[in-house]
């Protein structure tokens, strides 16, 4: 769920994602994808991606809920299951299939000079931009900090426990949660 210009937009297991006035309640347009959307969507500049368990990366017009001309549905190796990151007019996510993809926003094509990362586990939350580093997590309790033009590990740190939730920044440190020990958080 993600509220936007009083917009709240809502991906659903029914394969749908809604826009509703966040103030009346009245559906404004709905968007069905080829599965479950459990994906937070992002909105920038009039525009929302989502992604959905049929392994695609979707734009859509924040207005009209119509597919935006000239960007093509990204097809990642796996469901998608987090919202991406959009910076520098790039969309950055992560993906079932453990690989973490790099998008130009307007097109849909994978951005330039940019490889496709490896990880060691599922990618569940949302990356986030640190100057010009990535910072994402895996399931598998791993962060890593990528070059965001080239895609190339910066470096990498083990820690203790899955890690489901996007990473904050405070200053200059990341800071993470984790199901460290009973698998409670």
């Not at 917009?7 to 309640?25: E, F, I, M, P, R």
């Not at 453990?98 to 990618?123: C, E, M, R």
């Not at 986030?128 to 994402?136: G, K, P, R, T, V």
């Not at 033009?149 to 820690?159: F, I, N, P, T, Y």
Request: glycine share 12%; hydrophobic share 40%; charged share 20%.
């Amino acid at each position: 769920m993600f509220i936007d210009n009083g917009v709240l937009y809502v991906g659903s297991s029914d394969n749908k994602l809604y826009a509703v006035n966040a103030v009346t309640g009245e559906q404004l347009w709905q968007f069905e994808t080829g599965d479950k959307i459990w994906a937070k969507p992002a909105v920038h500049n009039g525009t929302v991606y989502i992604g959905s368990f049929d392994r695609k990366m979707y734009a859509l017009n924040a207005s009209t809920g119509l597919p935006e001309n000239g960007f093509s549905a990204f097809e990642a190796g796996g469901a998608i299951l987090c919202a991406p990151l959009i910076h520098n007019d790039t969309l950055y996510f992560g993906s079932l299939d453990q690989n973490f993809y790099a998008i130009d926003a307007i097109t849909g094509q994978p951005k330039q000079g940019f490889t496709t990362f490896k990880a060691d586990n599922w990618f569940w939350a949302q990356a986030i931009a640190y100057d010009e580093s990535i910072i994402a997590v895996s399931l598998g309790g791993r962060v890593y900090a990528l070059d965001g033009e080239s895609g190339r590990e910066l470096w990498a740190v083990e820690v203790e426990g899955a890690v489901r939730g996007t990473p904050v920044l405070v200053k200059d440190r990341v800071v993470i949660g984790t199901d460290e020990g009973n698998n409670t958080g």
